[in-house]
Nanobody, 122 residues
C-alpha cells in the first residue's frame, strides 16, 4: 500500500519562505510523476507544481513560477516544494499526490497525502 505524508507547513509572514516535504512509502516511487496541488477555503483545488519521475522535467502553475521550486530525491522517496516570496494568496492546504496520467488533472492522481496547511500573513 502506498502512503503519502506531507510535512513542513506553517505560518509565515508575507515575503517569507517555507519548504514542504512529501514522503512516500510503498509502491515504486521513482517511476511516477509527483505533483503538488493546493486548495484555499471556498476555492477549487488548483495545480501548483509537478516533477517527472527522473526529476529532469518540472512543471509549474503561473502563480508558482519564479517563486516555487519542486524537486525530488528518489533515493529517499521524497518530493520537496520550496516556496519563496510567499504571499497571503498562497494560503491554502497543500497536498502531494502521485500521478498516473495528466499531471495537471487531480483526477489522474491515485494517492494523496493528508495535506499541509500553509498560512501567509500580511
Amino acid at each position: 500500500q502506498v502512503r503519502v505524508v506531507e510535512s513542513g507547513g506553517g505560518l509565515v509572514q508575507a515575503g517569507g519562505s517555507l519548504r514542504l516535504t512529501c514522503a512516500v512509502s510503498g509502491g515504486t516511487f521513482s517511476r511516477y510523476t509527483m505533483g503538488w496541488f493546493r486548495q484555499a477555503p471556498g476555492k477549487e483545488r488548483e495545480f501548483v507544481a509537478a516533477i517527472a519521475w527522473s526529476g529532469g522535467r518540472t512543471f509549474y502553475a503561473d502563480s508558482a513560477k519564479g517563486r516555487f521550486t519542486i524537486s525530488r530525491d528518489n533515493a529517499k522517496n521524497t518530493v520537496y516544494l520550496q516556496m519563496n516570496s510567499l504571499k497571503p494568496e498562497d494560503t491554502a492546504i497543500y497536498r502531494c499526490g502521485r500521478s498516473f496520467g495528466n499531471l495537471y488533472d487531480p483526477q489522474e492522481y491515485d494517492y494523496w497525502g493528508q495535506g499541509a496547511q500553509v498560512t501567509v500573513s500580511s
